[in-house]
């Protein structure tokens, strides 16, 4: 996977995003402040933007300055959380030119700790980390069994699903979200679909052309 592999990616998030901002707004209204769709979709349009007008040439370079304009443009706890994910995996990948499948897992690993590190939320908390923590681990563990690309991204993207599900029947205990306590319950997270949307961004992207 090269650069225009990651590029392919976020041109698929930011796609999505728009696509389904309206979805994700309302879910952050059920338990939030009604903004989650608006926020990514402005933010992933600037990134769009700035990744037209650089033209990073490394996956890396690609995903710091993901990251970077997410944190400039994201206003809301999501903006510094996605922006020092993908800041975090593009710091992983260094300036490789190419990115395979054991790197990748790297990549997504390091997005993980830095969006724990910074939110300080665990598993069961009603946040992104539910979405990304059980997608992280299924990825790591198919690329070590030797799963193709097809068999990993599979896995990722079904438990990315299975744990944006599982935030239904949680109480959110960080963010905004824990301010109504066991009123949280019943209602999907907003930061775990639009995680599980990003993570199917990947495999889609993937499953269209040569990585
Ligand atoms: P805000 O809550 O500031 O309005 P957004 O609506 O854009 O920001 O994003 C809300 C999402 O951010 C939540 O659904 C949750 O997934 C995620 N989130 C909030 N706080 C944390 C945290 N401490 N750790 C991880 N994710 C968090
Ligand atoms: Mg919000």
Do not use: C
């Not at 990134?47 to 997410?70: K, N, W």
């Not at 206003?75 to 260094?94: E, N």
């Not at 963010?175 to 990947?202: C, K, M, N, Q, T």
Request: hydrophobic share 50%; aromatic share 4%.
């Amino acid at each position: 996977m090269d650069a225009e592999f990651f590029r392919a990616w976020i041109a698929e998030i930011a796609a999505v995003v728009q696509d389904q901002r309206d979805h994700l707004t309302q879910l952050d209204a059920a338990i939030g402040d009604a903004d989650h769709g608006t926020n990514l979709a402005r933010g992933f349009t600037a990134v769009q933007t700035a990744l037209g007008d650089a033209s990073p040439a490394t996956p890396g370079a690609v995903l710091q300055l993901t990251g970077r304009t997410l944190i400039s443009t994201v206003g809301g706890a999501s903006g510094p959380l996605y922006g020092t994910a993908f800041r975090r995996a593009a710091k992983a990948l260094g300036d490789s030119p190419g990115v395979d499948l054991a790197a990748l897992a790297g990549a997504l690993a390091a997005a993980l700790d830095g969006v724990r590190q910074l939110g300080a939320a665990g598993e069961g908390e009603k946040t992104m980390v539910d979405a990304l923590a059980p997608a992280v681990a299924a990825f790591a563990k198919a690329v070590g069994d030797g799963a193709d690309s097809t068999t990993a991204l599979a896995a990722l993207t079904g438990a990315a699903d299975a744990g944006a599900q599982a935030t239904i029947g949680m109480q959110a205990t960080k963010g905004r979200a824990s301010y109504l306590g066991p009123r949280s319950v019943g209602h999907e997270d907003p930061g775990a679909a639009s995680s599980a949307l990003i993570l199917h961004a990947l495999r889609d992207v993937a499953a269209r052309g040569p990585a």
